[in-house]
């Protein structure tokens, strides 16, 4: 059976990194795996993502064209690859808007979850995997990044909002996530994600 599995984490986190290991290993498994990722997926999308990284705009817009694309994404990748049997590995999907456009920049929480109603009321990850790190030691990582988008050159009090927002959302649904210490040396976030790969 197919299942839709999203990575999410602040920026800093590692998630990119030990996604592309993750979906080798389910490969390995003879799982068809189509990786994507948010904001982006289609090529609507990338240019949704273009703008949304790079391009000043008011906390409303941010949050609309994070769903515009989402609904492009949702309708053209995510559902028909689930529909033809394959897995789905998404880099982010809505609960960063509940994070970042919601706990970050303070858009009401309401009107993020009508938007998540009218965008995918009938489709959620099967699982989220949340990468966990205290701010600083995200940072410290973003600080070899040579160019930094909009929402990475944020101080860190939006990131400490930020992943207080992600936690909110687990409390909410707290069985649809596995939460990662991410802190920890890349090998034993390895190991975590060893032990999630064998329980699915
Ligand atoms: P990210 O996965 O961090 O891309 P990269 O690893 O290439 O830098 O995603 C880009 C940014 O988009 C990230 O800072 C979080 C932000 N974002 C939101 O603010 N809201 C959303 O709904 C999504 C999907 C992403």
């Known amino acids: 059976m197919s299942?839709?599995?999203t990575f999410e984490g602040m920026d800093g986190a590692g998630?990119?990194?030990?996604?592309?290991w993750f979906a080798d290993q389910l490969r390995q498994r003879g799982l068809e795996v189509v990786v994507t990722r948010e904001p982006?997926?289609?090529p609507l999308g990338e240019q949704l993502r273009e703008m949304l990284l790079n391009q000043p705009m008011s906390m409303g817009t941010e949050a609309l064209l994070m769903f515009a694309a989402r609904m492009e994404h949702v309708e053209e990748v995510i559902k028909?690859?689930?529909r033809?049997?394959?897995w789905v590995i998404s880099d982010r999907f809505s609960d960063a808007s509940f994070a970042y456009q919601g706990a970050g920049r303070g858009?009401?929480?309401g009107k993020l979850a009508q938007l998540e109603q009218w965008v995918h009321a009938d489709l959620q990850p099967d699982l989220t995997l949340f990468f966990d790190v205290p701010v600083e030691v995200a940072r410290e990582r973003l600080s070899n990044n040579v160019s930094l988008d909009r929402f990475e050159q944020e101080q860190g009090e939006f990131f400490e909002r930020v992943r207080s927002g992600y936690h909110q959302r687990i409390r909410e649904i707290p069985q649809r996530y596995a939460v990662i210490d991410a802190a920890q040396p890349m090998a034993d976030v390895k190991h975590q994600l060893e032990k999630i790969i064998a329980s699915i």
């Open 40 to 42: 982006g997926g289609t």
């Open 84 to 86: 033809a049997g394959k």
């Open 80 to 82: 028909p690859a689930l």
């Open 107 to 109: 858009m009401d929480w």
């Open 15 to 20: 998630k990119s990194t030990h996604l592309a």
């Open 3 to 5: 299942k839709f599995i």
